[in-house]
């Protein structure tokens, strides 16, 4: 199975091949033996899934899992391991009441540092910007979506 990614499939796969019809990251369709009857399942390549989601729309089967990691995090941070966390803007708007408790939570766990992602567009938009003056640029992709991104670098 390639289960190496961070969206995986589980039992509930029937093979109806739907999740292929709209995604093009997709791994091979595998076909397995099960008490004498063949049956089809369509496993997720990990290593070319961008974690887009549009897999878990279309299917109605429930077969599309993300792998958590949350154990592992809090594991890791007990082990010592250096570990900064990226927040999103809408991380404040959507829990204005408990974001700092989070974060001090966080902090006193062991989290080493925590990164505003809007702080990283900044110096991104600035860099786009430099690059256009200093070469009159006049046309490509710009996009911070992992998915976009994820998709064009496979």
Request: aromatic letters at 10%.
């Amino acid at each position: 199975m390639l289960n190496d990614g961070l969206v995986f499939t589980n039992e509930k796969c029937v093979g109806c091949n739907k999740c292929i019809s709209v995604c093009s990251c997709l791994g091979a369709c595998i076909s397995e033996e099960a008490d004498g009857n063949r049956k089809t399942r369509v496993d997720v390549d990990g290593s070319r899934c961008i974690s887009c989601g549009a897999c878990f729309d279309v299917c109605q089967h429930g077969a599309r899992e993300f792998r958590d990691d949350t154990v592992r995090f809090f594991e890791d941070l007990k082990k010592g391991e250096h570990i900064s966390v990226l927040i999103a803007p809408a991380f404040k708007a959507n829990y204005p009441n408990e974001y700092e408790s989070v974060l001090g939570g966080l902090k006193a766990r062991g989290v080493r540092r925590f990164i505003s992602v809007s702080f990283g567009a900044d110096i991104t938009t600035w860099a786009y910007i430099n690059y256009i003056q200093k070469n009159n640029y006049l046309g490509g992709i710009s996009q911070p979506c992992p998915a976009v991104v994820g998709y064009i670098g496979s």
